[in-house]
T-cell receptor
Framework: ETGVTQTPRHLVMGMTNKKSLKCEQH?????MYWYKQSAKKPLELMFV???????ENNSVPSRFSPECPNSSHLFLHLHTLQPEDSALYLC???????????????FGPGTRLTVT | DAKTTQPPSMDCAEGRAANLPCNHS???????VYWYRQIHSQGPQYIIH???NNETNEMASLIITEDRKSSTLILPHATLRDTAVYYC??????????????FGKGTLLTVNP
């Protein structure tokens, strides 16, 4: 079983649609993340959840709405998106480390989103 | 945020060691250096991380200079499957027990037969 799974892997939606991306982690981690990767641009951190509480929102437009119902699941609800929102959306999870310790993030395979 | 500088691309012959450099001259004393790689259209994969000492795992070795202003990721015997974009990242503490990874453009390593 892959540590972090994402569904769907590919999604095509119109600008008036509402859809949701799902992420599930099977690693017992307590932090989850949404990243966006547009063509030829670095990964951009969108949201961070720690212990199911949103701790970071990097000025993401309100048409993206995250939800973290429990420590294993993370959703990204999408509505009235624009064509420029087409990108690879990546979910990651990690274990919040003790102070001064290192911890790695594990990424899912991503959802390739195309907005038409 | 501590920034990193990496060459945009490198080539390596299959079977040879690949040495990927990274400069992080503004790194703070408690900030870790992380390396990830991303094979085309896949999610990033964690490789290794370190603070001060050199580190080695089954994937790679990480050499950090004594002043911590630069590091080198070493893939000892590169294979064609190691072709990927390699990201050097300084992990920043963003409050409480939360940390942030800021990805740059990375180095595209191409392993040639």
């Amino acid at each position: 079983e892959t540590g972090v799974t994402q569904t769907p892997r590919h999604l095509v939606m119109g600008m008036t649609n509402k859809k949701s991306l799902k992420c599930e982690q099977h690693l017992g981690h307590n932090a989850m993340y949404w990243y966006k990767q547009s063509a030829k641009k670095p990964l951009e951190l969108m949201f961070v959840y720690s212990l199911e509480e949103r701790v970071e929102n990097n000025s993401v437009p309100s048409r993206f709405s995250p939800e973290c119902p429990n420590s294993s699941h993370l959703f990204l609800h999408l509505h009235t998106l624009q064509p420029e929102d087409s990108a690879l959306y990546l979910c990651a999870s990690s274990q919040a480390p003790p102070p001064g310790q290192g911890s790695e993030q594990y990424f899912g395979p991503g959802t390739r989103l195309t907005v038409t | 945020d501590a920034k990193t500088t990496q060459p945009p691309s490198m080539d390596c012959a299959e079977g040879r060691a690949a040495n990927l450099p990274c400069n992080h001259s503004t790194i703070s004393g408690n900030e870790y250096v992380y390396w990830y790689r991303q094979i085309h259209s896949q999610g990033p994969q964690y490789i290794i991380h370190g603070l001060k000492n050199n580190e080695t795992n089954e994937m790679a070795s990480l050499i950090i200079t004594e002043d911590r202003k630069s590091s080198t990721l070493i893939l000892p015997h590169a294979t064609l499957r190691d072709t990927a974009v390699y990201y050097c990242i300084v992990r920043v503490h963003s409050g409480g027990s939360n940390y942030k990874l800021t990805f740059g453009k990375g180095t595209l390593l191409t392993v040639n037969p």
